[in-house]
């Protein structure tokens, strides 16, 4: 199994447990839980969605560091369809 390029976890305002791994800008996964129970997955659509309600702007920041500006671009667009964020005049889109 290979090794993912970038990992990190977070912990939400209602104490879910986030982890992201990232193995290219199309090979994500991710996982949530609590004590108790978990679910994970690694479909890009369900792993893109998660990072897109949950993902501050500086992990967003931090994968463009890694060359993933493609997924952090698709990351955002979703940000702006779940309303989490809005459309940027100079650069497309932004964080609220």
Not at 30 to 49: E, F, I, K, Q
Not at 58 to 81: I, K, M, P, S
Request: glycine share 8%; aromatic share 8%.
């Amino acid at each position: 199994m290979k090794s993912p390029i970038y990992r990190f976890m977070l912990r939400d305002n209602q104490g879910m447990n986030h982890s992201f791994e990232i193995y290219s800008s199309t090979e994500i996964r991710s996982s949530a839980g609590r004590l108790g129970g978990s679910s994970s997955s690694d479909d890009y659509n369900v792993v893109a969605d998660h990072m897109a309600r949950v993902c501050s702007a500086q992990h967003l920041w931090e994968l463009r560091n890694f060359g993933l500006g493609d997924l952090v671009a698709d990351v955002r667009r979703r940000r702006v369809d779940l309303g989490l964020a809005t459309p940027s005049v100079a650069n497309g889109k932004t964080d609220k």
